[in-house]
């Protein structure tokens, strides 16, 4: 049952229990909230048979607000805005904790059209981005390849966003282990089949497209094939900048990291298996070495594929299930998780804590998929 129980607040004094907070899923998304919640002094365990394998084991890492602000989705840009802006401090906060680095760099995004049809797409939706008043600014061609000498000369145009800038998922995901267990929190590996399985006061459901099962929210896997590159000789990449837009009506993005790796990314598919196919390799290298020729020469190191937890309205699902005293939802983050990690993890930290949810999180709670919920919990 979903609706009818006692509320979060209720429940959560119930007890003694086991732990304070069980988090269900180690991904960005699960170990930032146990890291936040252990910091406070809360006993927590971390329930994953295979942490950090998930979706942000492949995700690109951009964190662009700007750029990923779309047509009809006003309330999730205003989130992703929010979060963007606790990333400075959270990463800092994050390498001290830790003690290493996450490939935190602040180096902007360009968006660029290679074709007048690719740029006439590209315009339309900076144009919008404008309109709400978001930074990103129109460039001419030779004011793209003055900043990135990298791009090809047929770039029809573009545009700068000097605030969407990216981190290392992967380097991510280790620190906020390293970090959450420094804060005492302990990891169980193994799945989670039920959630009255665990015995905490409250539940962290973190468990990105596991979610639906142990839920019954509506969170579905959109599959995204994503590749990395390598420079030759082990240099560093030839562009500085993340670089997104649409080569021949193909859209891709390219993300340099410090260590010589550019990755290229990615399909959005409507499928749940982890397959690469050759059809998408050959569209994102087409449409990357199309926009940096000079990517043909890289090696190509990985070719993958992961599933983003996505829901009916794109947005999350952050905050008390309806009905599930002491659980608490934190997925349904689709293609935008590891930019929304930090304040994921600090509201439900504050949530936990206080038993009130902030209201920023009112367009986001779980009780606008309830009815969804219930049936596929019923049927
Ligand atoms: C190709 C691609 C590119 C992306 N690029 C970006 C990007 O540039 N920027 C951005 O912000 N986002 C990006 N994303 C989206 C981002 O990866 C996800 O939104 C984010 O990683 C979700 O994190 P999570 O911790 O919720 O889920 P996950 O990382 O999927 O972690 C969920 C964890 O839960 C565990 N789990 C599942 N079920 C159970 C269970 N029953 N019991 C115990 N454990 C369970 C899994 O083992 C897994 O480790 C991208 C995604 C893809 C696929």
Redesign the pocket.
């Known amino acids: 049952m979903l609706t009818g129980g006692p509320s979060y607040t209720e429940s959560v004094n119930r007890g003694p229990f086991l732990t304070d907070v069980a988090v ?7 170990w930032a909230v146990a890291w936040r919640c252990a910091a406070r002094g809360l006993r927590v365990t971390v ?10 084991h ?5 964190l662009a607000p700007v750029a990923e602000a779309y047509f009809g989705e006003r309330e999730l840009t205003g989130l992703l805005a929010a979060s963007a802006a606790r990333w400075p401090a959270f990463a800092a906060e994050l390498a001290e904790a830790a003690g290493t680095g996450i490939g935190y760099r602040t180096d902007g995004t360009l968006v660029v059209g290679l074709t007048g049809d690719d740029l006439a797409e590209a315009r339309r939706l900076w144009s919008y981005q404008r309109e709400l008043g978001l930074p990103i600014d129109p460039l001419r061609p030779s004011e793209l390849r003055e900043r990135e000498p990298a791009l090809t000369p047929r770039v029809r145009g573009g545009a700068v966003a000097p605030g969407d800038h990216q981190v290392d998922p992967r380097r991510l995901v280790a620190a906020l282990r390293t970090a959450a267990e420094r804060a005492g929190a302990t990891l169980v590996a193994r ?2 089949a039920r959630l009255s399985d665990l015995d905490a006061r409250v539940t962290v459901v ?5 979610a639906a099962a ?1 839920t019954g929210l509506p969170v579905r896997p959109v599959k ?1 094939q ?1 590749l990395r590159l390598r420079a030759p000789g082990g240099g560093p990449p030839g562009l500085r900048h993340v670089i997104r837009g649409y080569a021949d009506g193909e859209p891709v993005y390219l993300v340099p990291r410090d260590g010589g790796e550019v990755v290229v ?2 399909t959005v598919e409507e499928r749940a298996d982890t397959e690469v196919t050759a059809g998408a390799v050959l569209r994102l290298l087409r449409a990357a070495v199309d926009l940096v020729p000079e990517l043909a020469e890289y090696d190509l190191v990985e070719a993958t594929a ?4 996505g829901t009916p309205d794109n947005a999350p699902v952050i905050g008390p299930l309806p009905g599930r005293p002491g659980v608490v939802a934190a ?1 349904g ?8 990690t930090p304040i994921t993890a600090d509201l439900v930290a504050d949530l936990v804590v206080t038993g009130e949810a902030d209201p920023l999180l009112a367009p986001f709670t779980p009780a606008r998929f309830a009815a969804t919920a219930r049936a596929a919990h019923c049927g």
């Open positions: 269900v899923g180690g991904g960005a998304v699960g329930h994953d048979p295979a942490p950090g394998s998930g979706a942000s492949v995700a690109a890492g951009m799945p989670v973190a468990a990105g497209c596991g142990l995204g994503i990314g990615a992961g599933l983003r937890p997925t983050h689709h293609r935008h998780g590891i930019v929304l």
